[in-house]
Nanobody, 124 residues
Framework: QIKLVESGGGLVQAGDSLRLSCVTA????????MGWFRQAPGKEREFVSF????????NYTDSVKGRFTISRDNAKNTVYLQMNSLKPEDTAIYYC?????????????????WGQGTQVTVSS
């Protein structure tokens, strides 16, 4: 199976930026499409962004469009989430997820592989 490890979270102020990384191991990274999800306290885990196997197709939830950018480096087995203009409502644990294949899915149950998450806290 593919293993995922996120990093890059932290405590920042509103308007700041963070870049999350998710390093994978165990399988051919380029065979997997990748997603970023987040879970705020007391809320369900929600879709944030998707990137296809070759990185040419991306998708974002409306609340992060124009502020977040997903990318991947298949040579480094890593997917990134660049988060700019952070808002307090972006506070959550951020998870990367992997799915074999290249179809866009936004539901958590479509992703069989998950990292442990990284905390992002945005203060006002």
């Amino acid at each position: 199976q593919i293993k995922l490890v996120e990093s890059g979270g932290g405590l920042v102020q509103a308007g700041d930026s963070l870049r999350l990384s998710c390093v994978t191991a165990g399988r051919t990274f380029s065979d997997y499409s990748m997603g970023w999800f987040r879970q705020a306290p007391g809320k369900e885990r929600e879709f944030v962004s998707f990137i296809s196997r070759n990185g040419l197709s991306t998708n974002y939830t409306d609340s992060v469009k124009g502020r977040f950018t997903i990318s991947r480096d298949n040579a480094k087995n890593t997917v990134y989430l660049q988060m700019n203009s952070l808002k307090p409502e972006d506070t959550a644990i951020y998870y990367c997820a992997a799915r074999f294949g290249n179809v866009l899915f936004v539901q958590t149950y479509n992703y069989p592989y998950w990292g442990q998450g990284t905390q992002v806290t945005v203060s006002s």
